[in-house]
């Protein structure tokens, strides 16, 4: 086809990768053992760049300085007005290498580069103007308590944080953690995705150079099982926040139990619905249930994944939804106009294409896409599937690919309980003009986030999370602050009870 054949020429990204190393104590280091991995382009699977490769003891290291940074540095002692103008004059640097950091990240993820250059590079800095503008408003209570007692709460940083991020949004998960940590005045030690490495580290100079004192944020880059067990069960870091797959998330759990009992919080996986009512303007209600799929090459924790339609539209629905899916665009994600670009890696491009097999295995009918597109790099032609059932595996994991499940209801309180009965909860989508079907769905779905007429609507003043095992705690918002922060009740007696 021409889309496989465009796919041939590799469009060279616009931009050298200049760092490599770990970010520890403000300083570009190699890793303690010499190791380096390779971080590879989604497209061809060729070697971007050899990356220092952080473990147990690297992890040592950033705790140490981030342990110092804490204890005897500035920044939790500066005012909170001086530790908000630097999260600004970063914000300020974001803006100014938007073009640079969106091709970094472009070129070690896969997703189009007007994406990461207009949408997730801007998003990145009004996260942290959002949270340079809590820094000066966070404070504790006055608390009329029981008798002669002046009672007042102290809102203090909890101390080192651990943050281990994915590789779908590497720079707006890094954001979503290093934001409200700064804010309360914590220190980091992040690590990122072994798959996304790069885009981190040039924010991580630029941080720097808008002012960070050194130790404050520690960048790790490496892999989960030594890299991020180190974080999760150490004993001198005080709070873990972990964004990624549910079973990883079990393990952070336990090891964060079985070290220091250090407070954990999980952003975890998804099996959304995203119900289309039968008063649905079909066409809208495609277009939206499309990208509430598609969006980020289908790796979104909260993708519509499984997208519940009413029968009386159903029939069209599918027809539309598949005519969608053969549409979008799909190619170098440097070209302009691309809607879809390659999936991570290997192994997650070998994982879709399986449970592309197992839905076709478990006789849903197959409507469009249902393999890769050209012979190199990782792209998954968009893929509908439609009379799925819900005891399909197709319809209970998470597939995290371009591959829509399109499942049929006849009324209200079936699609409750059907969108209700699954692990996860952590967001829905509803498509309807009645007033009452969205109340009662949003109250009777449990779920974090429930999207009436939109979706993927993730400002940064509002709160996300999960509900079951879709993870524990809310970030974003007003909400992420008491994540990083611990409440100390101080209580003096008073010797004129009076006045
Ligand atoms: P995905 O399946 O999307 O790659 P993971 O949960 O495997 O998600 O990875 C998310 C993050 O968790 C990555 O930074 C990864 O390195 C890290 N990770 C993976 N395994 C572990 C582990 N055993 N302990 C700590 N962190 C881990």
Same mark, same amino acid.
């Given at each position: ?19 490599? !190393? ?7 280091? @190699? ?11 989604? &497209? ?5 760049? =050899? ?25 939790? &002692? ?47 800095? &009004? ?11 966070? /404070? ?11 009672? !007042? ?41 072994? !798959? ?37 069960? /150490? ?61 980020? =090459?289908? !790796? ?27 549409? &979008?665009?799909?190619? @170098? ?14 192994? =997650? ?8 097999? /197992? ?53 209200? @309180? ?86």
């Amino acid at each position: 086809s021409a889309a496989a054949a465009a796919l041939e020429n590799t469009i060279t990204p616009p931009v050298k990768v200049e760092h490599t !190393q770990l970010l520890i104590n403000g300083k570009f280091v @190699d890793a303690a053992s010499g190791k380096t991995f390779p971080t590879l382009d989604p &497209r061809t699977g060729e070697v971007i760049a =050899q990356v220092a490769e952080g473990d147990k003891e690297d992890v040592n290291r950033a705790v140490l300085a981030a342990r110092k940074a804490f204890d005897e540095g500035p920044w939790p &002692r500066m005012t909170a007005y001086e530790r908000s103008r630097i999260l600004l004059r970063f914000a300020d640097l974001i803006e100014k290498h938007n073009d640079e950091i969106a091709a970094l990240e472009t070129w070690d993820n896969g997703k189009p580069y007007e994406q990461s250059a207009q949408l997730e590079v801007p998003m990145l800095a &009004r996260v942290f103007r959002y949270y340079a503008g809590w820094a000066d408003k966070i /404070h504790g209570m006055t608390v009329p308590g029981d008798g002669s007692h002046h009672v !007042q709460t102290l809102h203090e940083p909890i101390g080192v944080a651990g943050q281990i991020i994915p590789w779908n949004f590497p720079l707006l998960m890094l954001s979503w953690k290093l934001g409200p940590a700064l804010a309360c005045g914590n220190t980091i030690v992040l690590k990122t995705a072994e !798959q996304t490495p790069l885009s981190a580290l040039l924010v991580g100079r630029l941080l720097h150079e808008a002012g960070l004192p050194e130790g404050v944020v520690n960048i790790v880059s490496g892999f989960g099982a030594t890299a991020g067990a180190a974080i999760a069960s /150490h004993m001198d870091i005080d709070k873990v926040a972990f964004t990624g797959s549910t079973d990883v998330g079990k393990i952070i759990l336990k090891l964060a139990s079985e070290s220091n009992l250090k407070s954990v919080t999980l952003e975890l996986g998804g099996k959304s619905p995203f119900i289309v009512c039968e008063d649905a303007d079909v066409d809208q209600a495609v277009e939206l249930a499309h990208f509430a799929l598609f969006f980020n =090459q289908g !790796q979104c924790c909260c993708a519509g994944s499984r997208t519940f339609v009413h029968e009386k539209v159903y029939d069209e629905f599918v027809e539309k939804a598949k005519a969608r899916a053969i549409n &979008r665009s799909v190619g @170098d994600p440097f070209k302009s106009g691309i809607e879809q670009g390659p999936q991570v890696d290997s192994e =997650q491009f070998k994982k879709i294409l399986k449970y592309i097999k /197992h839905g076709v295995d478990s006789g849903a009918t197959l409507q469009a896409g249902g393999d890769r597109l050209g012979s190199k790099g990782y792209y998954i032609q968009p893929t509908v599937f439609s009379d799925v059932k819900d005891d399909m595996l197709i319809a209970q994991d998470e597939i995290f690919g371009p591959v829509q499940t399109i499942l049929k209801f006849k009324d209200l @309180d079936e699609v409750i309980a059907r969108a209700n009965n699954s692990r996860y909860g952590l967001a829905a989508g509803v498509f309807t003009q009645n007033l009452d079907t969205a109340n009662r769905l949003s109250r009777a779905l449990r779920v974090g986030t429930v999207w009436i007429n939109c979706y993927d609507v993730l400002d940064i003043t509002i709160p996300f999370g999960g509900y079951k095992m879709s993870g524990i705690g809310r970030e974003k918002g007003i909400y992420s602050l008491s994540n990083y922060l611990q409440v100390k009740a101080v209580v003096t007696a008073l010797k004129n009870p009076a006045w």
